[in-house]
């Protein structure tokens, strides 16, 4: 069957929406054909073809839109549907409160006023996020709320302005309130003091098929291993002068990866003490350290969570299933994850958190019922529920590229679907809640990854970093510090560290600089500061 594709025609040549256009086609499996010949049939359209004709004209104080899509049968009968957007110009030379310009107004009803017409004709929904492309759709919902919305109205505009499917709008509606009590208040100085650790360890016990993430086996030359060891340990004690420097205070840390737990038990404990040193105080509610691959995990390193203060370990199976283990790349059984479960909590550390992916090669809903019914057992107070992300640079994608891997061998959206609602359901039977919600780009069924919790153990770092509302500091290769003000008006300036090892250690002392400076002018004398 030959593939679908589109043709393309506009008026209004001031705003260019072709890209919007090809945007939502492709949610509906349908390319780009090229322009669409000026006076030629619809006649002429193949049965597998369409014709997109916009028309966009700012109208007085509004910004019109009208897109029609043709079709064509096999027995040559045309026939066309249309729709209207209209939205208010934002003020001269500026933006609108959602942050988009009259050009970026033109594009969204563009996308929306398509999106809407492509699953009338389709009778399909493969975009149940509408419109949404953002890693974090939760940030509209307090934007909202910052503007005194109420939850009713808030889930109505995110249906009607994004094409919001409404059990997403209502999800992430409900996840936004949920936070309030957690995130900084406007103004208040006592909460813009307030920030987040994050420190990057790049190594894991082997590379998995589905990452994208920096991430390098740990080296066998040992001096390879100090140089890191040695840079990192510069950058936490720079960060600590920094914290000490502007009276902040330290509410989360989080060492994550990679996985931090490919130290040796030694190297960990010195550098969760030096973290310990160099961050933890009276008002640090969490410390987190991702432990995902149990086959880097034992008594001596569980010792070391403890004796730390650590009261937070992730530990991230993605799957319950043998057979899914070994396809993805990881060393480790199902006993294997159930034997460490068992021996963090008898560590008598507070909160275990484990992830799941949905979408894995290979399996099945039922395969998903298993997995979550194991965890269940097990009991954690968090289990994250990941969509798998065909990124770019992992293994998965190149071997699907190259025809290594059959894409069939990927649950098709239907079924990673109900992967995804069998796992909510065991999580609403723990008595969890969701308390944050972010996605990725080339997620299965364009979906989502959601957090859920315990009451009152939510990961406050998870929360932190997704609604950009609290300034964190990252350290270590690939980690980004985002500085957060909201004197009035939310802003966030960021810098970030090299991905690459070697760069990270070569070049640190640009990136201390670069952060110095950022920092400076949130919290001090900028003037002063700013020569590194």
Same mark, same amino acid.
């Given at each position: 069957?030959?593939?679908?594709?589109?043709?393309?025609?506009?008026?209004?040549?001031?705003?260019?929406?072709?890209?919007?256009?090809?945007?939502?086609?492709?949610?509906?499996?349908?390319?780009?054909?090229?322009?669409?010949?000026?006076?030629?049939?619809?006649?002429?359209?193949?049965?597998?073809?369409?014709?997109?004709?916009?028309?966009?004209?700012?109208?007085?104080?509004?910004?019109?839109?009208?897109?029609?899509?043709?079709?064509?049968?096999?027995?040559?009968?045309?026939?066309?549907?249309?729709?209207?957007?209209?939205?208010?110009?934002?003020?001269?030379?500026?933006?609108?409160?959602?942050?988009?310009?009259?050009?970026?107004? @033109?594009?969204?009803?563009?996308? =929306?006023?398509?999106?809407?017409?492509?699953?009338?004709?389709?009778?399909?929904?493969?975009?149940?996020?509408?419109?949404?492309?953002?890693?974090?759709?939760?940030?509209?919902?307090?934007? $909202?709320?910052?503007?005194?919305?109420?939850?009713?109205?808030?889930?109505?505009?995110?249906?009607?302005?994004?094409?919001?499917?409404?059990?997403?709008?209502?999800?992430?509606?409900?996840?936004?309130?949920?936070?309030?009590?957690? =995130?900084?208040?406007?103004?208040?100085?006592?909460?813009?003091?307030?920030?987040?650790?994050?420190?990057?360890?790049?190594?894991?016990?082997?590379?998995? $098929?589905?990452?994208?993430?920096? @991430?390098?086996?740990?080296?066998?030359?040992?001096?390879?291993?100090?140089?890191?060891?040695? !840079?990192?340990?510069?950058?936490?004690?720079?960060?600590?002068?920094?914290? !000490?420097?502007?009276?902040?205070?330290?509410?989360?840390?989080?060492?994550?990866?990679?996985?931090?737990?490919?130290?040796?038990?030694?190297? $960990?404990?010195? =550098?969760?003490?030096?973290?310990?040193?160099?961050?933890?105080? !009276?008002?640090?509610?969490?410390?987190?350290?991702?432990?995902?691959?149990?086959?880097?995990?034992?008594?001596?390193?569980?010792?070391?969570?403890?004796?730390?203060?650590?009261?937070?370990?992730?530990?991230?199976?993605?799957?319950?299933?043998?057979?899914?283990?070994?396809?993805?790349?990881?060393?480790?059984?199902?006993?294997?994850?159930?034997?460490?479960?068992?021996?963090?909590?008898?560590?008598?550390?507070?909160?275990?958190?484990?992830?799941?992916?949905?979408?894995?090669?290979?399996?099945?809903?039922?395969?998903?019922?298993?997995?979550?019914?194991?965890?269940?057992?097990?009991?954690?107070?968090?289990?994250?529920?990941?969509?798998?992300?065909?990124?770019?640079?992992?293994? =998965?994608?190149?071997?699907?590229?190259?025809?290594?891997?059959?894409?069939?061998?990927?649950?098709?959206?239907?079924?990673?679907?109900?992967?995804?609602?069998?796992?909510?359901?065991?999580?609403?039977?723990?008595?969890?809640?969701?308390?944050?919600?972010?996605?990725?780009?080339?997620?299965?069924?364009?979906?989502?990854?959601?957090?859920?919790?315990?009451?009152?153990?939510?990961?406050?770092?998870?929360?932190?970093?997704?609604?950009?509302?609290?300034?964190?500091?990252?350290?270590?290769?690939? @980690?980004?510090?985002?500085?957060?003000?909201?004197?009035?008006?939310?802003?966030?300036?960021?810098?970030?560290?090299?991905?690459?090892?070697?760069?990270?250690?070569?070049? $640190?002392?640009?990136?201390?600089?670069?952060?110095?400076?950022?920092?400076?002018?949130?919290?001090?004398?900028?003037?002063?500061?700013?020569?590194?």
């Amino acid at each position: 069957m030959k593939s679908k594709e589109f043709f393309y025609t506009a008026t209004g040549a001031e705003f260019d929406v072709l890209a919007a256009v090809r945007d939502i086609m492709a949610l509906f499996k349908v390319t780009y054909a090229g322009g669409w010949p000026e006076g030629a049939a619809l006649t002429k359209l193949g049965g597998s073809s369409f014709l997109v004709a916009v028309a966009v004209s700012p109208a007085g104080a509004e910004v019109a839109v009208k897109v029609t899509v043709s079709s064509c049968d096999s027995d040559g009968n045309s026939q066309s549907q249309s729709a209207c957007q209209t939205r208010p110009v934002p003020p001269a030379g500026g933006k609108n409160a959602g942050g988009e310009d009259v050009t970026g107004v @033109a594009r969204h009803l563009v996308r =929306l006023t398509l999106l809407l017409l492509m699953r009338k004709i389709t009778a399909k929904n493969p975009a149940p996020w509408g419109i949404l492309r953002g890693v974090r759709p939760t940030k509209i919902a307090h934007r $909202l709320l910052d503007q005194g919305e109420s939850c009713h109205n808030i889930i109505s505009r995110l249906v009607e302005d994004y094409g919001i499917e409404p059990a997403k709008a209502e999800l992430i509606t409900g996840i936004a309130i949920h936070q309030r009590p957690m =995130l900084a208040r406007p103004g208040h100085l006592a909460d813009g003091k307030k920030i987040s650790i994050y420190i990057g360890i790049p190594y894991c016990p082997s590379r998995c $098929l589905y990452c994208s993430f920096p @991430a390098y086996v740990l080296p066998e030359r040992r001096e390879q291993l100090d140089a890191f060891l040695r !840079a990192i340990t510069k950058d936490i004690q720079s960060t600590a002068k920094l914290v !000490a420097k502007y009276g902040l205070t330290v509410e989360s840390i989080y060492v994550g990866g990679g996985t931090p737990t490919s130290l040796t038990a030694t190297d $960990l404990n010195n =550098l969760l003490q030096l973290i310990k040193c160099a961050f933890w105080g !009276a008002e640090t509610k969490e410390w987190t350290v991702e432990a995902g691959r149990p086959d880097s995990v034992n008594d001596e390193k569980i010792d070391v969570f403890r004796h730390n203060g650590v009261n937070r370990v992730s530990i991230n199976p993605q799957t319950m299933q043998n057979k899914t283990l070994k396809q993805i790349g990881r060393r480790h059984s199902v006993q294997d994850i159930i034997d460490i479960f068992g021996k963090i909590r008898r560590a008598a550390i507070p909160v275990i958190n484990m992830d799941v992916i949905a979408g894995l090669p290979g399996e099945t809903a039922a395969d998903m019922d298993d997995t979550m019914r194991q965890i269940v057992a097990l009991n954690p107070e968090n289990i994250t529920i990941h969509t798998l992300a065909l990124k770019r640079g992992s293994i =998965l994608k190149e071997s699907l590229n190259s025809g290594i891997i059959n894409e069939q061998v990927l649950p098709n959206e239907e079924t990673t679907q109900s992967m995804l609602q069998l796992a909510t359901q065991y999580t609403a039977s723990m008595d969890m809640h969701p308390y944050y919600l972010y996605r990725q780009k080339y997620m299965t069924g364009n979906f989502e990854n959601v957090g859920y919790a315990k009451p009152g153990t939510d990961c406050i770092y998870n929360i932190q970093i997704m609604e950009e509302r609290q300034t964190i500091i990252g350290i270590g290769p690939a @980690a980004g510090t985002k500085a957060v003000s909201h004197q009035g008006v939310w802003r966030l300036q960021s810098c970030y560290n090299a991905k690459d090892v070697f760069a990270y250690i070569a070049n $640190l002392d640009n990136y201390l600089c670069e952060r110095n400076t950022l920092l400076s002018r949130l919290y001090g004398d900028h003037k002063e500061d700013s020569l590194c």
